[in-house]
C-alpha cells in the first residue's frame, strides 16, 4: 500500500533535521518518532479490519446468491398436489380451544354437462324397476348438474362437523337443499366413531362417496333401482375400526326412514337399521384391495315406489387397485363390483293408476362390474357393465332383465378440473333402447378433504 511507502520516506527526510538539533530539541523529536510508531501500528489495525470486512462480504453475496439459487428452483417446480374431497374427519385439536373454530373449511364443486339421448327421458321405463327420485336418465341438452357447497371443520378437542349444501336444476327449476349436515366424535376410545345428524349411509361402496368422485357420469343401474342412486337420511352411526394392521370396520345405523327405499318414517321415526362390515389391505407396494358387506332393513308405508312393508337390501362389494410402485395418481388399474339383492314383504300400489295393492313377496338383483385404466395424472378410461334381475311374479312382474354398457373417458388439467366424455346404451325394456352421448365438466373451488379408498 502507499501509506507505509510514504512513513517511511517521511522518516528518512526527518532523520537528518533530528541529528542537527540541540539535545534539548531531541526529546521533542522522540516524541515525533513515538507518534510515527503509533501511526503505523494503527495502520496495521486499519489493513487487518480491512481484510475481515471484506471476509464478511464475501461470505453475505455468497449466501444471497445462494438464497435467489434456492427460491428459483422453488418457482420452476411443480406445485404440490391437494385432495380434493370426501372428508374424514381431521385430526381433533390438541388443546379445548380450536384454532380453525371461526375459519371452516369450504370447497364448491362445480358440476355440468351436456347430454344427447336418444330416448326421452320423460318417458323413460324400466322393466320390473320403477323410477323413482333420481334413479333415471338425465335430462337432454345443456344441464347444470348437482353442484354443491361444504363447509367443514373441528368443532372442539371432541367433535367434528361438515355441512354440505346442494344446488341443482329440474325441468327448469332450481333447488337448494342440505345434502348432509353431521357432526363426528373424535375422541372416543378404542377405535369408536359415533356420527350423528343427516349423512349417506356407509352401506356398499359407492353410497357413502360424494357423486363427483365418481369414475362415471351417473351412478350405476343398481343404485338407481334399489337406492334411487344414493341413500342419505336423517340418523345415528356407530363405527368401530379394528386395531389391526389389515384394515376393519364393522358398524351400524339407524336412519328415520322418510326417504326411499323406504317411506312413512316407521316405528316412531326409525324405520332404517343398517349392517355393515369393510376389510381391506395391500399385497405388496403396488396392489390393494377392499371387501365389504351390508344390509339395509326398511319399513315403508307409501314409499316412492308404492310399496308398504318390511324389506331387507343386502349388498357385496369389491375393489382391487394396482399401480406402478403404489402411486396411483400416476396411472394404474381400478377394478370394482357391487351385488344387490332386494327381498320384498307386504304390498304395493303402482304410482301411476293407484289401483289396489297387490301382494309382493319375492326378490329382485342387481350388480355392476367397471374397470378403469389410469394413463398418467391426466388421462384415464373406463369401462361398465350394468345388470337388472326382475321378479317374475308380483306387482312389477318382467320376463325382460335391463342391462346397460357404458365407455368413458376423462381429461384432468389437474385435481381441481376434469372433462370426461362418455357413452351409454341402455336397454331398460325389451323394444327400446337408449344411446345416451354425454359431455361433462366439473371444477373444485377451495380446500377439500383427501377422498376416500
Known sequence: MR?????????????????????????????????????????????????????????????????????????????????????????????????????????????????????????YARAGFPVVDEGGPGPRGISLGESEISLASNIDEKFYGQLTLTAHSDNGEDHVGVEEAFIDTTALPDGFNLRLGRFFSNIGYLNSHHAHTDNFFDRPLAYQAFLGSQYGDDGAQLRWLAPTDLYL??????????????????????????????????????????AGLSML??????AADGFSGDSTLYIGDATWKWAPQGNFKDGGVTVRGEYFV?????????PLDEGEPLA???????????????FNRTWDIGYRVDKLWADRTGPYASAFDPYRNTLELTWRNSEFSLLRLQFARDQPTSNTTDNALTLQYQVSLGAHGAHKF
Open 342 to 350: 332386494d327381498h320384498r314383504n307386504g304390498t304395493a300400489v303402482n
Open 3 to 123: 501509506l507505509p511507502v510514504l512513513l517511511l520516506s517521511s522518516t528518512l527526510v526527518l532523520a537528518p533535521l533530528v541529528a542537527a538539533r540541540p539535545a534539548s530539541a531531541r526529546e521533542g523529536a522522540m516524541t515525533v518518532q513515538q507518534q510515527l510508531d503509533a501511526l503505523a501500528a494503527r495502520v496495521k489495525v486499519l489493513e487487518a479490519n480491512d481484510r475481515l470486512l471484506r471476509k464478511q462480504a464475501e461470505d453475505a453475496i455468497a449466501a444471497a446468491q445462494a438464497a435467489r439459487a434456492e427460491l428459483a428452483a422453488l418457482k420452476a417446480a411443480p406445485p404440490p398436489a391437494v385432495a380434493a374431497v370426501e372428508a374424514a374427519p381431521p385430526a381433533a385439536a390438541p388443546s379445548g380451544g380450536n384454532a380453525n373454530a371461526f375459519n371452516p373449511a369450504i370447497s364448491v364443486i362445480l358440476n355440468g354437462s351436456y347430454t344427447s339421448h336418444s330416448l326421452d327421458p320423460n318417458h
Open 297 to 302: 332393513k326398511s319399513s315403508a308405508t307409501g
Open 360 to 374: 309382493w313377496h319375492g326378490a329382485r338383483r342387481g350388480a355392476y362390474v367397471e374397470g378403469i385404466y389410469r
Open 249 to 290: 370396520e364393522v358398524g351400524g345405523e339407524i336412519f328415520r326412514g322418510g326417504n326411499y327405499p323406504s317411506g312413512g318414517a316407521e316405528h316412531s321415526g326409525a324405520g332404517v337399521k343398517t349392517l355393515f362390515a369393510h376389510a381391506g389391505g395391500d399385497i405388496g407396494i403396488e396392489n390393494s384391495w377392499l
